[in-house]
């Protein structure tokens, strides 16, 4: 595998510009407690364009009318002191020798440096929603306003910077599929970890812990976002993290998880009987989910939108909820008012990245739906959510959430269902159930469960 051509990325970004200055900072560390830190996560667009992962960086990039790019990274400088108590650092001498920058500079001189960087440039592009780059662009312009009979330019012109690069994101190249692929195979250990350790009385922390292990197997980065381990009626909370309860005998489990790889993310749900076995009313109700999940991948297509993924299949679960006498009427008059998503509230799919929801447009310039293209991969994960007390849902049915999540890619021969290894059939998730979690656990050194 090549290595990942992060010039060609930024060169990509810029030819989407006229002329201009690009500021694209990385994240910081976020404190956790006193003196304290959460672990460190790079930002999105920053690792995109570098692949550097310290915190507190900022990559500029600029172009000139004529064309000529150039490439300016701001970095923590090497301090043998600090480095004793959180870490090696690159420093701003060896940057531009192993990372895709023409020059490196200590942080210390970014508010030194930045005027002389928007010298005559006329447009600049960055974040607006970024508040302490947009105090220092502003502290920036300030003092090169204070220059006004000097004859140059200064970039007046501003531009939000992410739905350019949203744009970019969208099409994934090689190395990115590779990641996450990567990322879908070790999804697809934890989720058959979970199947097989899951049975009445364990606890929903011993998955969710279970999970971050497997997830950091080989190149894996644990969990690309908080797992949901909800035993139950906890599946009707639909960002449930709280992953502290007993699984009881009877009841389904919603799983929803996913490992990262080099920052990429997997996203995966799975929902299977805590006993390993479904009853019927369960196995009923997840093959409706099941079969409106497998009737929007059959609308994966290049030239497809979301939008209309998601429409069949919201119409698909309204004539199942209609067909089960849950919601009465004529169908016309259920779809206006939008009768399906008192069950089913959220969209059947989101772009996959670096983001877990990745942070590229859904929309055009012109306001048209994005539509499918090669290189994209998004999410497919129908549900349905039917509340306890609800008079409308048959009884064996309330208090029951199902969520059956896959993430797709799109390929010149269709859509690729990167994470199709994972048992979802009723016979399949029921025979991983009744694994042996030590067999699954010894099996883990051999690269076969990995490739
Ligand atoms: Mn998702």
């Known amino acids: 595998m090549e290595e990942t051509n992060f010039i060609k990325r930024q060169n990509n970004l810029l030819s989407a510009i ?39 960086a900022t ?43 023409d020059h490196a500079y200590p942080n210390h001189e970014f508010s030194k440096r930045l ?63 590779l990641a996450m692929k990567q990322a879908a195979n070790l999804t697809n250990i ?26 950091s197997q080989e190149n894996g980065e644990g969990t690309a976002y908080d797992s949901i381990v909800a035993g139950g009626k906890n599946a009707l909370i639909l960002h449930y993290i709280n992953n502290n309860q007993i699984l009881n005998d009877g009841d389904l489990v919603l799983i929803d998880a996913g490992a990262q790889v080099n920052t990429y993310a997997g996203d995966v749900t799975r ?3 805590v006993n390993g076995k479904y009853t019927q009313a369960q196995k009923d109700l997840y093959q409706v989910v099941l079969d409106s999940q497998k009737l929007a991948m059959g609308h994966m297509k290049i030239g497809a939108t979301l939008k209309e993924i998601h429409t069949s299949t919201c119409q698909a679960l309204l004539k199942s909820m209609m067909d089960a006498q849950i919601l009465k009427g004529s169908f016309d008059e259920l779809w206006e008012k939008d009768a399906y998503r008192a069950y089913y509230p959220h969209g059947t ?18 306001l048209n739906e994005i539509t499918l293209d ?65 067999s699954i656990l010894e099996k883990l050194s051999s690269p076969s469960l990995l490739s």
């Not at 309330?398 to 390929?411: A, F, N, P, Y």
């Open 115 to 177: 005027p002389e960087l928007f010298r005559n440039h006329q447009n600049l592009y960055y974040n607006f929603f970024n508040q302490d780059l947009q105090k220092s662009v502003t502290k920036t312009l300030q003092s090169l306003g204070g220059k006004r009979k000097e004859k140059f330019h200064s970039p007046l012109h501003w531009h939000h910077l992410s739905p350019l690069i949203g744009m970019l994101r969208l099409r994934k190249d090689k190395n990115e599929i």
């Open 190 to 215: 934890g989720h058959r970890a979970a199947m097989a350790l899951a049975k009445p009385g364990v606890n929903e922390k011993e998955i969710d812990q279970l999970l971050n292990y497997l997830f």
């Open 18 to 56: 006229e002329e201009g200055i690009v500021i694209i900072p990385g994240a910081g560390l976020r404190q956790k407690s006193h003196d304290t830190e959460f672990p460190f996560r790079q930002n999105s667009d920053f690792k995109y364009f570098t692949g550097f992962n310290e915190p507190d």
């Open 59 to 101: 990559l500029v990039l600029k172009k000139s009318k004529e064309g000529a790019v150039e490439s300016h990274l701001f970095l923590q400088e090497k301090n043998p002191e600090m480095e004793m108590w959180t870490g090696i650092r690159l420093g701003s001498e060896k940057a531009p020798e192993v990372l895709p920058v």
């Open 349 to 366: 799919g989101h772009w996959l990245g670096l983001d877990v929801h990745d942070q590229s447009p859904y929309l055009d310039d012109d």
């Open 271 to 273: 929902t299977f009987p």
């Open 374 to 438: 090669e290189g994209m991969v998004f999410t497919c994960e129908p549900g349905l959510y039917f509340p306890e007390g609800d008079s409308n849902i048959p009884k064996e049915w309330q208090g029951m959430g199902i969520r059956i999540e896959d993430d797709i890619l799109i390929t010149q021969s269709g859509p690729e269902n990167l994470t199709r290894s994972i048992p979802k059939e009723v016979k399949e998730v029921e025979d991983a159930c009744n694994e042996d979690i030590r």
